[in-house]
């Protein structure tokens, strides 16, 4: 198989992880400000580039194209990888929930989740042609709408707001941030795609990690330099997404259009791909015969977390915030058991991260204290 190139590499990363949870970032960040937010977005994209090699460590182990399952399985046992499909299951649950109740941002009605549903559930239904060709419209939508928003907020950005300050209030925004990179479940296919070559896989992930970092920030800036932290506030207490705020609050046609599209979008690409990823595991966890054309399936994969949308007023808010736990979790503490086990075991590996114990109990400290935070809130 001809060897893909880093730049596609990089991209794969990116799109796997830019999402919804981008949308909910401004909020739960607004009442700490943008320098604290800038300072916790940096951290935990450090924390989740480190976590990410150590999940590329554990993969290279294999000499065959593995999934997280398999993985866990080698290293942890049976027990680790009962946990890991159960964990793995909540956290697509909860990120549909989460896509679901985002579709409020630009429809909102009771009745709203309903029809998005209708209208883009059943895709996942069809070939995935037909899906991968509507991704594309759709993430050429979302890259255009997210240049037009921010070139029309930046003139209602205001010097005060950029400088507000409340580091006090940054934790209740951990969980969010932790959602916001979750990119490391795409390393095993991105090993695959660079043919295992040790440093295109770096460069890749820390390339398309960073141009996620990148959209984000400038997403901050346009957002927490325009909105006071009492707006951000309400959309909190709302479970509102961000785009929702800021077109309420400028008195202007074109920016509010703006901020509508570029959540439709945001969300719809994001909705698309973990219900996909969804349906698939449901499919082969429950062995579903003809999956692509089972009714049944879809509705297993819909009605519970619609019913959670459906029932709470704030589910867009909540969602996320369980899914940064369960990320916390999956993507946080497994990759750093699974190293520990795997160089107890002596398992050999193409790629060691450095830093030894240190760096496990570093890293372990961090999402601990994600979780806790995530339980507490949740």
Not at 274 to 293: C, H, I, M, N, Y
Request: aromatic fraction near 12%.
């Amino acid at each position: 198989m001809k060897q893909g190139s880093t730049l596609g590499g990089a991209l794969l990363v990116a799109g796997m992880t830019i999402g919804a949870g981008m949308l909910a970032l401004p909020v739960v960040t607004g009442a700490a400000g943008l320098i604290p937010s800038i300072a916790i977005l940096l951290l935990y994209w450090i924390a989740s580039l480190a976590t990410g090699l150590l999940f590329l460590e554990v993969n290279l182990v294999f000499d065959r194209p593995v999934n997280f399952i398999t993985m866990a399985q080698k290293t942890l046992g049976p027990a680790g990888k009962v946990i890991a499909w159960g964990v793995y299951l909540l956290l697509l649950y909860s990120l549909t929930a989460a896509y679901i109740a985002g579709s409020r941002a630009f429809v909102d009605s009771f009745f709203g989740p309903i029809v998005f549903l209708l209208l883009f559930g059943s895709l996942v239904a069809f070939s995935t042609k037909i899906i991968d060709h509507a991704n594309r419209l759709l993430m050429i939508g979302l890259l255009c709408s997210y240049a037009v928003m921010l070139f029309l907020g930046m003139p209602f950005m205001k010097k005060e707001l950029l400088m507000y300050q409340n580091w006090g209030a940054l934790w209740t925004s951990v969980p969010v941030v932790v959602t916001a990179f979750g990119f490391q479940i795409i390393i095993p296919s991105l090993t695959t795609y660079l043919q295992r070559d040790v440093k295109r896989i770096k460069r890749a992930l820390i390339g398309g990690s960073g141009l996620a970092l990148l959209f984000y920030l400038l997403f901050q800036i346009i957002m927490l330099g325009s909105l006071p932290p009492n707006v951000l506030e309400d959309a909190v207490n709302q479970g509102s997404a961000a785009t929702s705020a800021l077109s309420t609050l400028q008195n202007n046609g074109q920016i509010a259009f703006a901020a509508k599209c570029f959540a439709f979008f945001a969300i719809t690409t994001s909705f698309i791909g973990v219900s996909l990823s969804l349906k698939d595991f449901l499919a082969d966890g429950l062995k579903w015969k003809d999956p692509k054309k089972n009714l049944g399936l879809l509705l297993l994969t819909y009605i519970p977390p619609l019913i959670f949308v459906l029932f709470y007023p704030r589910a867009f808010l909540i969602a996320l915030d369980f899914a940064g736990f369960l990320v916390a979790l999956l993507l946080g503490i497994w990759p750093l058991l699974m190293v520990y086990r795997k160089r107890q075991m002596k398992l050999t590996s193409t790629y060691r991260v450095p830093g030894g114990g240190f760096t496990l109990a570093s890293l372990l400290i961090v999402y601990a204290a994600v979780i806790v935070i995530g339980f507490i809130k949740t």
